[in-house]
Every structure is written in structure tokens, then in C-alpha cells.
């Protein structure tokens, strides 16, 4: 079964440089503000193969590169095409899949009969051996992209709702990361969202980090639809949200959010059915 391939340790440090660079704190964008390394943005994989009659196969990359055939008896190359059904001829190969991607993860998905990117493959940055590369069992399919994940969604309504100082203050129960979603039964109002992975903290309206005034237009941290009167924010993590000067939800509609998550599996009960 063919899978997506990468430099090893590239995958988790893309992702995880994403996340530290959508930060904000006190209505600014916040990004990371220590120091980061970066993932490769040029390399190649490569594979021996014994073939007893020619193969075909086709390369998807996510960035641009080529391709090479090294005759590993007579050390003679050729190039091949990305864009094209490629064919090895028989022999022992060695086969080169080279990738570059400026702004992205260098990444590849090689399919054919007997040719195919898997654990098998190795990987090099050009500057030490090549070695494993790095695969996931979420990204198997040709038509997925590495650099996004497909979340879980799930909307989600506050378990408590409670009047404090003159607002309202929504607890969802435990932290998650989600998109608030305020439906609003007539026409827009300017609401203030004050966050808080604690009660204490979303209730600090004027210190809290993430606290955001939502505008009709030109929101740099959401968006209104006109036509369903929705305003959605961006992704955020947060237990709390306080609503100052707002008394009831009837004073705007109703407020949830949009969780995204991935339905990893729960080891624990699965360690517990199995000793029961």
C-alpha cells in the first residue's frame, strides 16, 4: 500500500511551526517568539530495485522536483517527468524522486504495481546518508495533502451558562480548540469575547490574553455571513468565553463553537477491555 513519504522529523516540525506561528495575545498576532528551526525544503528518496520486466508508476508531489533512474551496472542516468506515467525498465535501479517546496513540506506518493512509496523508501537533506523515511497511517491516499489535516467537527454548546458582573460567561467544560460561532437573531451587534483556559481568566476582561472585539467587516480574526447573519471566528484554544455587558443570550441569539479534533483512539479503555 503506498503512503506519503517525507524527510524524517519534517512532518512534526512543519505542523508544530504552524501552530507556534497562529498565535495571538492582546488582539495582535503573536507569533513564536523563540527561536525555531525549520524543516528541509529540498530533498530526495530513493530505492533499489530488481526488476525482471518493466514497471509503471506515477509520482505526486506537494512542492516540484524530477526524477532519476541510475543504472546501479553501467551507472548510467535518466531523468524523468513528475508530470508523467513513468516506466522503469528492467534491471537493478536505483530510483531517485527529488523535491523542492519554498514554503511548504517537500513530500511525496509514488503508485504503481510493484513500485511504491512506503517504509521501504529512504530519504536524504543532501547533507547526511539517507535514511527511513517518515510516513503517517493518516495520509495513504493521493488525493490527501500532508501539510493539512482533516479534522473531526463537532458543534458544541456551553454546559454552563451563568451571569457574572453583568455578563455572561460560557463554560464548555474542559479546554478544546474550536471556532466560536455566534448566530445572531437579528441584525449584527459588536460583541466582546474574553478568553480563558480559567474562570479567572476570562473573567479579566481588561488583562486577559485573548480578549477580541468582533467587527462586522475587515476582521482580521473572523468573519460575518451576511446571509445567515453567522459571525465565526478563528481557531483558538479556550475553556471559558465571557461576554461583558451582555445579559442573556436573547440579546444577541446564541453562541457554540466549532470543534475540531482528531478521533484518536482511547487506549485506556481499549487496555481495559482487553484485561476484562
Given at each position: ?198 474562570r479567572t481568566e476570562a473573567l479579566d476582561v ?55 479534533f482528531i478521533k484518536f483512539p482511547k487506549l ?9
Open positions: 500500500m503506498a503512503k506519503w513519504i517525507w524527510y524524517h522529523g519534517d512532518f512534526e516540525i512543519y505542523h508544530a511551526m504552524k501552530q507556534n506561528f497562529d498565535r495571538e495575545e492582546r488582539v495582535m498576532k503573536w507569533p513564536a517568539y523563540w527561536y525555531t528551526s525549520g524543516w528541509n525544503h529540498n530533498v530526495y528518496f530513493c530505492k533499489e530495485v530488481y526488476l525482471k520486466q518493466p514497471e509503471t508508476f506515477t509520482v505526486k508531489v506537494q512542492g516540484e522536483g524530477y526524477g532519476k533512474f541510475v543504472d546501479l551496472e553501467s551507472h548510467e542516468e535518466t531523468k524523468f517527468s513528475l508530470l508523467e506515467v513513468v516506466t522503469c525498465p528492467v534491471g537493478h535501479y536505483r530510483i531517485e524522486v527529488y523535491v523542492a517546496n519554498l514554503s511548504g513540506l517537500p513530500c511525496a506518493y509514488i503508485e504503481g504495481k510493484a513500485i511504491q512509496s512506503d517504509e521501504s523508501w529512504q530519504a536524504s537533506n543532501f547533507l547526511d546518508d539517507a535514511s527511513a523515511v517518515g510516513t503517517s497511517k493518516y495520509f495513504i491516499k493521493a488525493n490527501q495533502n500532508p501539510m493539512h489535516f482533516t479534522y473531526t467537527h463537532d458543534i458544541r454548546h456551553a454546559q454552563k451558562v451563568e451571569c457574572v458582573e453583568e455578563g455572561l460567561l460560557f463554560d464548555f467544560g474542559h479546554d478544546l480548540t474550536a471556532k466560536t460561532v455566534i448566530k445572531f437573531s437579528q441584525e449584527f451587534k459588536p460583541l466582546t469575547l474574553s478568553y480563558g483556559e480559567s481588561k488583562d486577559t490574553y485573548l480578549k477580541h472585539k468582533i467587527k462586522q467587516n475587515n476582521d482580521p480574526f473572523g468573519a460575518y455571513d451576511d446571509e445567515t447573519k453567522t459571525y465565526t471566528t478563528k481557531l483558538r484554544a479556550f475553556r471559558y468565553i465571557y461576554l461583558p455587558d451582555v445579559k442573556n443570550t436573547e440579546d444577541f441569539g446564541e453562541l457554540s463553537v466549532d470543534f475540531e485506556g479503555n481499549s487496555l481495559l477491555q482487553i484485561q476484562n
